[in-house]
């Protein structure tokens, strides 16, 4: 069982929202793997940064890609970050409720025609919205530098720096982050085209 060893950090700008993780997937005190990718980008407008055991992650973003585009399909308009996010913590919620939970807590992160976003859902089937994040067992250290370096006027680049920037001080005392840092940006202009 992988577990919930590892650092992923969302940060929502007027601009976007980023990404950002380590790359180490840890069996007990044993490094498992050092080029685990984190960050699943589900399509131009939505990313999940995974933290927990990666085979319940895999499995719930692999069901929760599908449901979305099947609504998608029937409805004719695509989901908005919010209602993603929904599905998601429904999902991993279902899990809870059939004593088969999925072990993993997500950052949702995107953009629709409301703006950027960025979703904390875990397996209780919980969201909360934040202007930034951060989970797994560095997001201590993480949010030390997101609370210091966040500001709601940042631009994406900037965003992107600071993301990288938790996740490397995280790295540094966090046994179970580690093998370099991996950043994915959504900008606005994609929802924008999208609703045009």
Do not use: C, W
Not at 120 to 148: C, H, Q, R
Not at 154 to 164: L, N, P, R, S, Y
């Amino acid at each position: 069982m992988k577990e919930n060893l590892t650092t992923i950090v969302g940060i929502k700008t007027k601009e976007g929202v980023v990404l950002s993780s380590d790359k180490r997937a840890s069996k007990g005190f044993f490094i498992g793997s050092k080029i685990v990718q984190k960050i699943s980008k589900i399509d131009d407008t939505l990313a999940i940064a995974i933290a927990g055991q990666l085979s319940d992650a895999e499995h719930l973003i692999k069901v929760a890609t599908a449901e979305r585009k099947l609504i998608e399909l029937r409805r004719g308009f695509p989901l908005s970050v919010r209602e993603s996010s929904r599905l998601i913590a429904n999902l991993a919620y279902a899990g809870l409720k059939n004593y088969q939970p999925y072990y993993v807590e997500l950052l949702v992160a995107g953009v629709d025609s409301q703006g950027a976003h960025v979703n904390v859902a875990d397996m209780s089937g919980a969201i909360t919205n934040e202007d930034y994040a951060a989970s797994g067992s560095g997001a201590p250290i993480a949010y030390g530098v997101l609370e210091s370096l966040y500001n709601k006027e940042m631009t994406i680049e900037d965003a992107k720096e600071v993301a990288k920037k938790a996740v490397l001080a995280a790295m540094e005392r966090d046994p179970g982050s580690g093998n370099g840092v991996d950043v994915l940006i959504i900008p606005n202009l994609v929802a924008i085209k999208q609703v045009r």
